[in-house]
Structures are given as structure tokens and as C-alpha cells.
């Protein structure tokens, strides 16, 4: 009998803010000490409507290797600044550091698996394996999006996920 294959079950809805909210919650040890704060600003569209379809815990884990690396490179004191903008069938979630910013080699490679940016640049001595944005970048695919870096016009990294906005 060819019965036809069953249709995946539809992803569960995930809130980008209150997962973003969470991570953070996660992160708080090591941001509190260093003063590291964060700011969460949502676009006047996303206002509660940045919901998308999927995986609530490899969402975390995209956010929460998004947040903690721009912990890493944070100086003491200055914030992160998350942002999520939604529209056109897209939410599109920005994270700034105050950092060092990112160099042309960091910007082509850094999503590549293993790939360490200039230890000099991190604030934080905790080291990393080179596979946090490689798993952001396989995450954020598998759910339909992308996800690019570039340096803040007024300094620190940039880097942005996209995601298709929950029908």
C-alpha cells in the first residue's frame, strides 16, 4: 500500500522576547558581576507578535551562544543590546556588544565550526570551543533563516538572525 508519508507535525509557536529574557536570566552570574546589562528593545510591529515556529530548546541554544558571546567580548559596564523588528513575514533579531568589533577575517569565518576570533579581543578569560556560532548558524537554517555579522557604525559586532515570522 503507498500511503503517503505523514505530514510533519506543525512546529510549536516559540515568543523570540520571552526566550530572549530567559537566556539572559541564564546568563545573569556571569553578567551581573561584570556589570553587563541588558538592553531588549522591540520594533513597534514585534510589540508581543515576534512568534516564530520551532524548536523552543535549539532556539535557546542559538540565543543563548548569540548572548553569551557577546557577553565574552563585552567590557565591564556597557550593555548588550538585543533588538527584534518583525515585518514582511520576517523577524529580524539584532545583538550589539560594545567590543572590539570583529575583523574582515572574523566576519567571513566566524560562523565556520572551530573557528576562534583574536583571544586578545575578549574581555572575558573564558574560553570557547569555536562551535558556538557554527550551532547558531545551523540552527537558525534549520528553522528557515540566516544569520550574519557585521561591526556596529558606532562600535562593538553586530550580529543578526532572521527568522520566518509564525503564520
Known amino acids: 500500500e503507498n500511503a503517503m508519508p505523514?505530514?510533519?507535525?506543525?512546529?510549536p509557536p516559540v515568543a523570540l522576547r520571552t526566550l530572549v529574557e530567559q537566556v539572559w536570566s541564564g546568563l545573569r552570574p556571569l553578567a551581573d558581576p561584570r556589570?553587563?546589562?541588558?538592553?531588549?528593545?522591540?520594533?513597534?510591529?514585534a510589540d508581543g507578535a515576534a512568534v516564530v515556529r520551532g524548536d523552543s530548546s535549539r532556539l535557546h541554544r542559538l540565543f543563548y551562544n548569540l548572548l553569551d558571546n557577546a557577553l565574552r567580548y563585552s567590557p565591564d559596564g556597557e550593555p548588550v543590546a538585543v533588538d527584534l523588528r518583525c515585518g514582511g513575514g520576517w523577524c529580524r533579531v539584532t545583538v550589539r556588544?560594545?567590543?572590539?568589533?570583529?575583523?574582515g577575517e572574523d566576519q567571513e569565518r566566524m560562523f565556520e565550526r572551530f573557528y576562534r576570533g583574536d583571544p586578545s579581543r575578549a574581555r572575558s578569560r573564558r574560553g570557547g570551543s569555536g562551535l558556538?556560532?557554527?550551532?547558531?548558524?545551523?540552527i537558525a537554517l534549520t528553522h528557515g533563516g540566516r544569520v550574519q555579522a557585521t561591526n556596529?557604525?558606532?562600535?562593538?559586532?553586530?550580529?543578526?538572525?532572521?527568522?520566518?515570522l509564525a503564520a
Do not use: F, N, Y
Open 152 to 164: 556596529h557604525p558606532e562600535g562593538g559586532a553586530l550580529l543578526e538572525v532572521q527568522l520566518p
Open 35 to 45: 556589570g553587563v546589562t541588558l538592553q531588549l528593545a522591540e520594533g513597534p510591529a
Open 97 to 103: 556588544d560594545r567590543g572590539p568589533g570583529l575583523s
Open 132 to 138: 558556538g556560532l557554527a550551532i547558531v548558524r545551523q
Open 6 to 11: 505523514a505530514a510533519p507535525a506543525p512546529r
